[in-house]
T-cell receptor
Framework: DADVTQTPRNRITKTGKRIMLECSQTKGHDRMYWYRQDPGLGLRLIYYSFDVKDINKGEISDGYSVSRQAQAKFSLSLESAIPNQTALYFC?????????????FGSGTRLTVV | KNEVEQSPQNLTAQEGEFITINCSYSVGISALHWLQQHPGGGIVSLFMLSSGKKKHGRLIATINIQEKHSSLHITASHPRDSAVYICAGSQKLVFGQGTRLTINP
């Protein structure tokens, strides 16, 4: 099993629908992140959580919400999907001590809003 | 202005060439990460640097704290090195735009 698992891998949804992207990890890391990637714009931070009780907005949080259900689970919701939310979404975790500190990414969720 | 700037944006080279990708970053970034994204989309963390130099196989990453500059080098490049290389800084990962590297056989 992957260290960071994202579901679904691909999703097509209609404008106005609510959709949830899920992320679970087996790294034991406290810190989790959601990013989106658009062609030509690179990766941008949507939300991040440094522990179960800590949720913070990132650079582009409008139109999104998150839930940190447990240390291992961090889900991203689009309350009312719109076409410009079509993108590749990545969940990531970070942790470790000193020189071992690092990030682990999920495989991504390709979301298309029609 | 992006806090992390990469150059070049695209790089094409022949197999065996020595590759250098550069990254400049702003004040407030205390550690820099180099990531690799393959054509399938998956992202792998290569290095985290806060000082000096790190080496893993044919990959070498260096950082100059005073100049706020980092470089990723690939020796004896191979077509399988073709990917997008991304530098990122700070605790929440502020990403550069990425460098698309293509190594031709």
């Amino acid at each position: 099993d992957a260290d960071v698992t994202q579901t679904p891998r691909n999703r097509i949804t209609k404008t106005g629908k609510r959709i949830m992207l899920e992320c679970s990890q087996t790294k034991g890391h406290d810190r989790m992140y959601w990013y989106r990637q658009d062609p030509g714009l690179g990766l941008r931070l949507i939300y991040y959580s440094f522990d179960v009780k800590d949720i913070n907005k990132g650079e582009i949080s409008d139109g999104y919400s998150v839930s940190r259900q447990a240390q291992a689970k961090f889900s991203l919701s689009l309350e009312s999907a719109i076409p410009n939310q079509t993108a590749l979404y990545f969940c990531a975790t970070s942790g470790g001590q000193g020189a071992d500190y690092g990030y682990t990414f999920g495989s991504g969720t390709r979301l298309t809003v029609v | 202005k992006n806090e992390v700037e990469q150059s070049p944006q695209n790089l094409t080279a022949q197999e065996g060439e020595f590759i250098t990708i550069n990254c400049s970053y702003s004040v407030g970034i205390s550690a820099l990460h180099w990531l690799q994204q393959h054509p399938g989309g998956g992202i792998v963390s290569l290095f985290m640097l806060s000082s000096g130099k790190k080496k893993h196989g044919r990959l070498i990453a260096t950082i100059n704290i005073q100049e706020k500059h980092s470089s990723l080098h690939i020796t004896a490049s191979h077509p399988r090195d073709s990917a997008v290389y991304i530098c990122a800084g700070s605790q929440k990962l502020v990403f550069g735009q990425g460098t698309r590297l293509t190594i031709n056989p």
